[in-house]
C-alpha cells in the first residue's frame, strides 16, 4: 500500500470505525497553500471535520499527488509560489473554456512521450467491463509494473457496484494498476430528451458544488484519496461551469481521442473508454489498437500530461 493510500485509511478508521454514523460531518472546499513538515509545498483544498477530527485533504502541487493532513500541519502558510507549479498553471490553463461544448480540458499531453489511458464509469445496470484492464495488463510493457489509468467513476456507479469497485481495488493492491481516481460526480445527470446545452451537469436544477463533493466524500469513504482532476460527463462544460470547477480547485480532463466515437489515438492522446458497459465498441477499438501497435506503446499517468511525475 502506498503512503497516500496508507493515510486516508489510517485517517477514515479514525473518524468512521467508532462512529459511522458521523458520516454527515463537514466537507467544505478551502485553498490553504502551506508548507509541511518536510519543507514542501502543498495546498489543502477541503476540510473535513468528522467526529469532532479534523483533516484536510491536500496537494502536492508539483507530482499531482493528494494526502490526508492534520490542522497542526497547516501552522507554516506559505505565499503564492505555487502559482508556477504544475498545478498551479494547469488549474488557471484548463479551467479556461474551448471552443465548444465538449471541448474543454487537458486533451493531450506530450506527444513524445506517451498515451494516457482514461476510463468512465458512469451510473450502469451492466458489470465492469474487466476486458479492458486485462488487455492493458498483458502489454509486454506492464509484465512487472502496475498499468497507469486514469478512472473517472461517479458515485452511483460506486454504490451500485461494489463487488466491481473491489475487484479493481484488488488489482491495485496486486500492483497490477495504478489508478488515479477522477470525479465524475456523484449522479452522472443525462436526459435523453434534453439538447446538451441544457443537459448533464447544465442540466437545470443540478446542484454542481454538491455533485462534486459528495463524490470526493465516497471516495474517502471508501479509503480512496480522490485526485485534483475532474471529468464533465459527456465532457460538457459552459465558461460558468469551468469557473465554479476552478473555485473547487480541480482540473478538467478532456479527451481527443473518444475512441467509440472513432476518434484514432495519436502522441500524447487521452484515449477516451467506458468501462461501465454500456459502450462495447470502445472496448472492442483500444482491444484492436494495442493489438495493431504489437503492445509496442507507452501508457502513463495522467499527472505525466501535465509535467507532474
Not at 42 to 58: N, P
Request: charged fraction near 30%; aromatic fraction near 10%; glycine fraction near 8%.
Amino acid at each position: 500500500m502506498d503512503n497516500v493510500a496508507r493515510s486516508v485509511r489510517i485517517f477514515l478508521a479514525l473518524l468512521f470505525l467508532l462512529a459511522p454514523a458521523a458520516y454527515a460531518g463537514e466537507y467544505t472546499p478551502v485553498f490553504k497553500p502551506y508548507i509541511d513538515r518536510s519543507g514542501q509545498l502543498k495546498i489543502a483544498i477541503r476540510k473535513s471535520v468528522e467526529a469532532e477530527k479534523t483533516a484536510y485533504l491536500s496537494v502536492d502541487p508539483r507530482t499531482f499527488k493528494t494526502s490526508m493532513a492534520k490542522e497542526a500541519e497547516l501552522a507554516k502558510a506559505a505565499g503564492n509560489e505555487w502559482k508556477e507549479t504544475p498545478y498551479g498553471k494547469a488549474l488557471l490553463r484548463y479551467t479556461t473554456r474551448g471552443n465548444g461544448l465538449q471541448d474543454s480540458g487537458l486533451l493531450a499531453g506530450d506527444p513524445d512521450k506517451g498515451l494516457f489511458l482514461t476510463v468512465d464509469l458512469c451510473p450502469s445496470r451492466k458489470p465492469l467491463d474487466t476486458a479492458l484492464f486485462e488487455a492493458a495488463m498483458k502489454l509486454p510493457a506492464f509484465k512487472e509494473r502496475p498499468v497507469p489509468v486514469a478512472i473517472a467513476v461517479s458515485g452511483l456507479w460506486m454504490d451500485e457496484h461494489r463487488n466491481d469497485m473491489d475487484w479493481v481495488l484488488g488489482k491495485i493492491g496486486e500492483k497490477r494498476l495504478k489508478v488515479t481516481w477522477v470525479n465524475h460526480s456523484w449522479s452522472h445527470p443525462y436526459d435523453a430528451n434534453r439538447p446538451m446545452e441544457e443537459n448533464f451537469l447544465l442540466k437545470p436544477g443540478v446542484d454542481f458544488e454538491k455533485e462534486v463533493l459528495e463524490e470526493e466524500r465516497a471516495l474517502l469513504k471508501r479509503g480512496v484519496a480522490p485526485s485534483p482532476f475532474f471529468r464533465f460527463p459527456g465532457l460538457v462544460a459552459d465558461r460558468v461551469l469551468l469557473e465554479r470547477l476552478r473555485a473547487l480547485s480541480l482540473i478538467p480532463i478532456g479527451a481527443n481521442a473518444w475512441l467509440a466515437k472513432g476518434e484514432e489515438p495519436v502522441g500524447g492522446s487521452v484515449i477516451l473508454v467506458h468501462g461501465n458497459g454500456n459502450e462495447p465498441e470502445g472496448i472492442r477499438r483500444l482491444i484492436e489498437f494495442f493489438d495493431e501497435r504489437n503492445g509496442n506503446m507507452e501508457l502513463l499517468p495522467i499527472e505525466e500530461a501535465f509535467g507532474g511525475k
